[in-house]
Structures are given as structure tokens and as C-alpha cells.
């Protein structure tokens, strides 16, 4: 799959319209070799346009440049993430299936439109001979339930310039009759009506939502978070494996503090199997670089430790990325999403006090790790730092409305979390090198070096304990 970022603006133009000189404008120093292309495009979505409601669009394309299957997904600023396969068959390439499937579920795909597109398209360069922008004047088709709608319009397409070429070149767009497009896509266009149609029937159909509650609210970000990350996940990268979990433990951890509101034990649990899933690629990932940091700095004579460290780890890696891949793909898990949508779709959720629960909960950690810190035991100093976790994410859910009081708070409980759990970090890192090499000078030196650097963490956990007791960092409560 190619996956490239495309950064262009649209145009509607009226029937006489036509292309003005742009040489001169914004760096441009030619304007040759237009080129014509016959665009045959076939869009498919579920029957209630949810890709499209969701600012995807998905289609099969014939002609021009780029033939094949395109999945066009939000970016960053203006631009726009589009993932492209060849041309196979009239099917939804599964590829593409999974990198929508937390938005369709289990809606099949069809044909909704269909758009030919006569297009001139015009490199724009500047005087190296560099193109800077693509112009193309198209001329559209649209087929969509029986009905045909024909229009002109204009797309200016970066490709080795800036903004401020985009920029230039609209204001000259504009002398020359152009307007912004009434829509932000041409198969948006085409069903325009239906597509307002089916908002309007999920807008009635949807319970309302109330936008004051900050339990509901938190939770929700933490839907929105699991979704928005699960395409990345699906292709195993570091930051989104992780970001989805923190996410998944978010939203476990509020359903827990709110459990006399939500009632959902059984959520919970499907939580926690999502969160083990995901954990099984980043627990690895974060080890391997912790480890293989530490041998490191051990030398060269570490080099072949450093191997099986490396190769023990990338295995895991590799088997949880495997076991990752087809739980996102199970019934399992989009029951899951459908039970997440329920509950935190609800319209009430009685009246907890945020504020009132994040201390109780605060309190009872306190209470832990105090009793965890006395006793040594390293299962109760990890149970402690659960409770310090959920705590974290129930002053982070009322900071929207207690601002830097509830920020300060979290920050202090954020460093005391870090700090527990570097301690257990250094537990688990001791415990793969036990089972890598327990009969190994090399491995010895590393263990102890893991034990130091577990008493440490530990040794610091006081202070930072302290520090986020102090009267001024609670004073949210």
C-alpha cells in the first residue's frame, strides 16, 4: 500500500470559466505540458454513508496518473492522508476494509456514485523547472440514484511548493470568476441530498447528549481516541499501539471510579482483555528500548547479550503485533466498540460529583501505597501504582472545568506514577533477563545493574510522594 499526504483546494467555476495566465504568481515561471485524462471513478460507502459522514472517501478510479483504489482519510491542517492500492477486481481490498472497519463495522461496502471526470491538468513550475502545483480544470459527470448532475470545476494540487503558492494562485482564481467549492469533495457534491437526508434522520434518531456532564464527556474522548488510533495499531506503530491503550485504560479506569453510574463490569473486563492485547506489542517495545539501552552503555563486550536481548524481544514484538492483528479484526472486539458507543452515547448518568470521586479515589491510593511502601512487598507497591493511575485520570477529567489547580495535580501524580513504575519496569526487565540467561556472566552484571536501578526508583518514591501531597498541589479539592 502507498500512503501519501495530499494537500489541495477546490473551486467552483462557472461554465465560461477559463484558466487565467499564472505565470509570475507565487514564484511560477511556466505553465507547459498540460496534459488530458478521462477519470472513471466508482465511490462505495454503507448504505447510511458513514465514511462519508466521517470525512472518508472511498473509491475505485480508472484513467489519469494514479489508477486503482484510493482511501482519502482526515490529515493534518489542509492536507489529507491518502492510501492507494492497484487496481484488483470490483471488491473492497481488505487492506482498505481495516482501515475503516471501527467506522462501517459491519455494514458491507456498496457502490453509492459514480464520476467521470474530463480533466485538464497543468504543471505549474518555477524557473529550476521544478513543478510547484498541478491546476486541473475538470469537467464532472456525477451518477448517483438515478440522477445525473453535470458541473465545472477547478483543483490546484501541491506537489514541490508551499502554501503561499496555493495561496497566490487562489487569489488569481478568484479575479477570474472561481469561488470556494460548496463542498469538500466531488462525490460529496454528487449526494448531497442524501447525504443531508441521512444526517438529519441519525441527528433524530441519536439520544441527545449532554455536553455539561464531564464523566460522559472524558469517556467519550476516550471512545474517539480508541477509534481515531486504530489504524496506525493495525499496522503496529509504537505511538498509536500506545496511544489506543492509554485510551483503553482511560476509559476502563472511568467506568471503574464511576461504577455505581455505569454498572458495567462486563465492559470492564472486555476493556481490560483490549488494553492486555495491545500491551502484548508495547510491554516488548518500551523493554527493548530500555534494555538494549542499558547494555549499551555496558560496552562492546555486551554485543551478543545484546543480540538475544534484541531477538527475544523483536519475537515478542512480532507475536503480539500477529495477536493484535486479528483481535482488530474479530467479532470480539466490534462488540466491544458497539457497547462503548451505548454507554457513552447515553443521554443521563444521574449526578456524580467528578470532583468528589476523584478524591475518594486519590485517598484510597494514598492509602496503598503507604501501606505498600511499609510492608516491601513488590505486588502491593504495584497495586499502589494502579491506584495512582486511576486517580491521575480522574483529576484529568474534571481539569476542563478546574484549570491549572487540576493540570498541577496531575502533573505531580503523573511523576509519582513515573516513578513507581520504574520500579516495576526494572522487575520485569530483571525477570526476561532471568529467563534469557541466568547462567550468564553477562546477564548477572546486567541483573544487578536492573536490581540498582529498581532500589533507586524505589528510594525516590518518598519524595515524590510527598510532593504530590502538598496543600497547594491539592488545593482543586
Known amino acids: 500500500m502507498e500512503i501519501a499526504t495530499e494537500t489541495e483546494r477546490k473551486y467552483d467555476v462557472p461554465e465560461t470559466f477559463e484558466l487565467p495566465d499564472l505565470v509570475g504568481v507565487g514564484g511560477i515561471a511556466g505553465v507547459d505540458g498540460a496534459e488530458t485524462h478521462d477519470l472513471d471513478a466508482t465511490y462505495f460507502d454503507t448504505e447510511d454513508l458513514r465514511l462519508m459522514r466521517n470525512r472518508r472517501t472511498l473509491r475505485q478510479r480508472s484513467g489519469g496518473n494514479d489508477a486503482g483504489w484510493h482511501l482519502k482519510t482526515p490529515g493534518d491542517g489542509e492536507g489529507r492522508t491518502e492510501h492507494r492500492l492497484p487496481a484488483r477486481g470490483d471488491t473492497v481490498p481488505v487492506e482498505l476494509v481495516a482501515l475503516v472497519r471501527t467506522i462501517v463495522r459491519r455494514s458491507p461496502l456498496g457502490p453509492v456514485a459514480r464520476l467521470r471526470t474530463h480533466r485538464v491538468e497543468t504543471p505549474l513550475r518555477d524557473a529550476d523547472g521544478r513543478t510547484l502545483a498541478l491546476v486541473a480544470v475538470d469537467r464532472v459527470t456525477a451518477e448517483s440514484d438515478g440522477t445525473e448532475t453535470v458541473w465545472q470545476e477547478v483543483e490546484v494540487e501541491l506537489v514541490d511548493g508551499d502554501a503561499a503558492v496555493l495561496d497566490e494562485v487562489e487569489r488569481r482564481l478568484f479575479e477570474a470568476g472561481a469561488s470556494h467549492a460548496a463542498g469538500p469533495s466531488k462525490v460529496a457534491r454528487a449526494l448531497a441530498e442524501r447525504l443531508a437526508s441521512v444526517k438529519a434522520e441519525a441527528k433524530t434518531d441519536k439520544k441527545s447528549k449532554p455536553q455539561k456532564n ?15 488510533h486504530d489504524p496506525a495499531a493495525r499496522r503496529g506503530e509504537p505511538r498509536a499501539v500506545h496511544q489506543m491503550r492509554v485510551a483503553t485504560r482511560r476509559l476502563r479506569s472511568t467506568l471503574k471510579t464511576y461504577k455505581k453510574a455505569f454498572d458495567e463490569q462486563a465492559l470492564r473486563d472486555e476493556l481490560r482483555w483490549l488494553a492486555g492485547v495491545l500491551g502484548a506489542v508495547r510491554d516488548p517495545q518500551v523493554l527493548e528500548e530500555k534494555l538494549l539501552g542499558l547494555v549499551e552503555e555496558a560496552g562492546p563486550e555486551f554485543a551478543h547479550t545484546a543480540q538475544r536481548v534484541r531477538a527475544h524481544l523483536e519475537h515478542r514484538i512480532e507475536t503480539g503485533r500477529a495477536e493484535l492483528a486479528e483481535a482488530l479484526e474479530s467479532d470480539r472486539y466490534l462488540d466491544l466498540l458497539d457497547r462503548i458507543d451505548e454507554v457513552v452515547d447515553q443521554s443521563s448518568l ?6 468528589r470521586r476523584a478524591r475518594k479515589v486519590l485517598e484510597k491510593a494514598d492509602e496503598k501505597l503507604d501501606e505498600a511502601l511499609a510492608s516491601g512487598v513488590e505486588e502491593e507497591i504495584h497495586e499502589s501504582r494502579k491506584g495512582f ?3 491521575r485520570y480522574a483529576v484529568e477529567l474534571i481539569a476542563p472545568e478546574h484549570g491549572k489547580p487540576a493540570k498541577n495535580l496531575v502533573k505531580a501524580l503523573t511523576n509519582l506514577q513515573d516513578g513507581l513504575g520504574d ?3 526494572s522487575n520485569i526487565a530483571r525477570g526476561v533477563l532471568r529467563e534469557l540467561g541466568s547462567d550468564s556472566f553477562h546477564f548477572g552484571v546486567l541483573y544487578g545493574r536492573q536490581e540498582q536501578v529498581g532500589r533507586e526508583a524505589l528510594a525516590g518514591v518518598p519524595a515524590l ?6 496543600r497547594k498541589v491539592r488545593r482543586v479539592f
Open 423 to 425: 520500579y516495576q519496569d
Open 389 to 391: 493511575k486511576q486517580a
Open 465 to 470: 510522594a510527598k510532593a504530590a501531597r502538598r
Open 214 to 228: 464531564l464523566v460522559i464527556l472524558y469517556a467519550r474522548e476516550q471512545r474517539d481516541a480508541i477509534l481515531g
Open 350 to 355: 444521574g449526578s456524580p460529583d467528578p470532583v
